[in-house]
């Protein structure tokens, strides 16, 4: 059911009205979420509420030393994984290897992660957190059910059973790295910037894209998210010092960990 609604609600935001409409429809969303548009065109400039979700920013961000956000979000959880034990939310365990299902998830066992959760308000593009070359992408089809808090702390293996995308990456400085793009309600489409067969929000079984030498740079655009959603990351044991707390908010650009001396 939450399939449908979401793709029920994804034709609404895609559909181009009269401008006028448009334009009420958007400043309305500006509105009633309290939007800071004070780094991206003005509401009305946005042909569908799609196109204002996914909105570009305007000005150039200043990108950090070491590990950066890969996004504007709310870190609902960090720090180091038990085995391969991470955090939903205070409380609540999930296995990553179960998460990561067709990827070899060994090099993370006992390693870090951080969640990043992205509000509707919140800026929904993703970007690359450091210099890395991805050399496999997994597309897991799933439910998407709300991944808020509140459901969060309701809904156990939420990550789990939601649909996600999962790039396998190797850092430039040789760390193992996992980004985990998880779907939710009304988020109708996940994007990456490098790869368009990818479709979501669509039955159909697990697809793989296994690569030779694609290499990203920091802060490049990965893609975006059509309504909020969450962003995971999942580093190598013993290779980075986390820098943030569960609870604190970050922007893009912002440094959120740092290679340890090896």
Not at 140 to 155: D, E, I, Q, S, W
Not at 210 to 223: A, N, Q, T
Request: include cysteine; charged fraction near 30%; hydrophobic fraction near 40%.
């Amino acid at each position: 059911m939450t399939n449908i609604l979401s793709r029920g609600f994804g034709k609404f935001a895609s559909h181009r009205f009269h401008p006028v409409l448009q334009k009420f429809i958007n400043y309305s969303y500006v509105k009633l979420l309290k939007l800071d548009m004070s780094e991206f065109k003005s509401p009305g400039a946005y042909s569908t509420l799609n196109d204002l979700f996914t909105r570009g920013l305007q000005k150039q961000r200043k990108i950090e030393d070491g590990v950066v956000s890969p996004t504007d979000s709310l870190v609902t959880e960090c720090g180091r994984l038990h085995r391969d034990k991470a955090l939903q939310i205070k409380g609540m365990e999930y296995s990553v290897c179960e998460l990561l299902r067709e990827c070899d998830c060994s090099k993370i066992i006992d390693g870090e992660y951080i969640n990043f959760y992205l509000s509707p308000r919140d800026y929904h593009r993703y970007h690359v957190p450091c210099d890395l070359k991805v050399e496999r992408v997994v597309h897991v089809p799933g439910r998407l059910y709300p991944v808020n808090l509140r459901f969060l702390r309701k809904k156990p293996n939420l990550f789990i059973e939601n649909e996600r995308v999962i790039l396998e990456c190797v850092t430039a400085e040789g760390v193992r790295l996992f980004i985990v793009l998880v779907g939710a309600l009304n988020v109708g489409k996940m994007t990456l910037v490098f790869e368009k067969r990818i479709e979501t929000n669509h039955p159909k079984e697990i697809d793989i894209f296994e690569y030779e030498d694609l290499w990203l740079k920091k802060g490049e655009l990965l893609g975006y998210f059509k309504m909020g959603s969450t962003v995971l990351l999942f580093f190598e044991k013993d290779k980075a010092d986390l820098l943030v707390q569960s609870g604190e908010y970050v922007h893009f650009g912002h440094r959120v960990a740092q290679w340890k001396e090896i």
